[in-house]
């Protein structure tokens, strides 16, 4: 039974699946923390996508870290998130002995999205819409397990970066977030860890070029989540344990932009 109402949401990147010891490790200790707190699992999988439009002699691009996506790549794009990556995970944690139910952004009216640039072909903004079945889900004691496939209005479907997509799920709860890739959080040009990052030194890091590809995407996401939520966001590695994460023992933690006063 969760004590408290503020819902982690824990966003795993996609290498994590191809690491099956550490990926059943953070599931069992997802196991431990939905005994106190309600928990949201939201993945990538972009190294599954690679993988699986590879195999059907399909190339990929990026810009800034977001995948240039033509329509004609989402059956593989959406099967590979909200197939593949998904039920791994949910295999996952029925293996930890928790009760995942595999959703995607689409799903409830989670959210809705916008296309970001048709230069990026089907590649989605998340806003938030309706929490209702969430608040279903974690008051059933399940796990939310959600991909990041999204749809505009129109129901085509769009692939939304899972950081955005961490990000917005977030929002929509109120959760504290926790983005675990695999490297231990925000690194130095000297590959030192940066314990807190602020808005002007994100700024500095990223015009140095020190931040940049996925973690520029991710950075900048934590950015906008931990200044609307008003309170840190958390970007760690997902082989080091939640408990040491959650106590601030490592990882970065994002630090709110300043809000200017009146707004
Ligand atoms: N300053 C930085 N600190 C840490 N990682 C960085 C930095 N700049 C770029 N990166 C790259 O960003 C990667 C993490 O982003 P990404 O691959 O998108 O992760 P995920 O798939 O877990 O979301 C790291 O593995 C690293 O290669
Ligand atoms: C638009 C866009 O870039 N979508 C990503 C979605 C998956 C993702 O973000 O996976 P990771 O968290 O493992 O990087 C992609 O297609 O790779």
Redesign the pocket.
């Known amino acids: 039974m969760a004590t408290s109402n503020t819902p982690v949401v824990i966003k795993v ?3 994590l699946l191809e690491n099956p010891a550490i990926a059943a490790q953070l599931l069992t200790e997802i196991k431990a923390l939905m005994a106190t707190r309600s928990v949201i699992l939201v993945h ?1 999988g ?1 190294a599954m996508v690679d993988t699986l439009l590879g195999a059907m002699q399909l190339t990929s691009t990026k810009i800034d ?1 977001l995948r240039v996506t033509p329509d004609e790549h989402m059956p593989v794009v959406s099967g590979a998130l909200a197939g593949t990556a998904n039920k791994m995970l949910c295999g996952l944690a029925i293996g930890a002995g928790v009760t995942p139910v595999g959703i995607s952004l689409l799903d409830g009216g989670l959210t809705q999205c916008t296309v970001l640039n048709e230069k990026y072909g089907a590649v989605g903004i998340p806003s938030p819409g309706s929490s209702a079945l969430l608040d279903h889900l974690l008051a059933s004691g399940c796990l939310p397990v959600i991909s990041s496939i999204g749809s505009n209005a129109d129901g085509r479907l769009l692939n939304v970066n ?2 955005q997509a961490a990000t917005v799920i977030a929002e929509l709860t109120g959760g504290d977030l926790l983005l675990l ?3 231990e959080g ?2 130095d040009g000297d590959k030192v860890l940066i314990h807190a990052l602020d808005e002007a030194r994100l700024k500095d ?1 990223v015009n140095k070029g ?6 520029l ?2 950075v900048e996401a934590a950015m906008q989540a931990a200044t609307q939520l008003s309170k840190p966001v958390t970007i760690a590695s997902w082989s080091q344990s939640l408990a040491a994460i959650l106590t601030n023992q490592t990882g970065t933690r994002v630090i709110p932009a300043a809000q200017i006063s009146g707004e």
């Open positions: 990147g996609g290498a990538g972009g870290g899972a950081d890739s695999n490297v925000v690194l890091e020190v931040i940049k590809d996925g973690m995407v991710k």
